[in-house]
């Protein structure tokens, strides 16, 4: 209920792309903490667009069809993991570079220490 509220008083403030709550509900239970919410604010107003975080198969595959080509290969990941949201992120190539790279580097490299066993 309170994502919700927040949802609609977002609205409120000018928040434009806000899913409907069935939807949200739909990806929270599908993705869980993959899903991802993403915003750029403009002129006073927030776009907001959601997307599941990349896995592993969705990187390699975009690196193996695009890897020499950063953009193509984000766009890729950003073509295989957008949810929904404001329209100006399918339609504005300024706002969908900028989620094709926040999709890119939401997928985690992590490095460890090797030690001997």
């Known amino acids: 209920m309170l994502l919700i509220q927040m949802?609609?008083?977002?609205k409120e403030l000018g928040v434009i792309g806000e899913p409907t709550e069935g939807n949200l509900n739909k990806w929270s239970k599908k993705y869980g903490?993959?899903?991802?919410?993403f915003e750029i604010t403009d002129d006073g107003k927030i776009y907001v667009a959601y997307f599941a975080k990349p896995t592993l198969e969705t990187v390699q595959?975009?690196?193996?069809?695009?890897?020499?080509k950063p953009v193509e290969r984000n766009l890729f990941q950003l073509n295989n993991c957008y949810?929904?949201?404001?329209?100006v992120y399918e339609k504005d190539?300024?706002?969908?570079?900028a989620l094709a790279n926040a999709?890119?580097?939401?997928?985690?490299?992590?490095?460890g220490v090797l030690k001997n066993g």
């Open 33 to 37: 903490t993959r899903l991802k919410r």
């Open 93 to 97: 190539d300024e706002f969908r570079f």
């Open 83 to 87: 949810l929904g949201g404001s329209e």
């Open 61 to 68: 595959a975009a690196d193996e069809n695009h890897g020499d």
């Open 7 to 10: 949802t609609m008083k977002k």
């Open 103 to 111: 999709v890119a580097k939401s997928f985690r490299i992590l490095t």
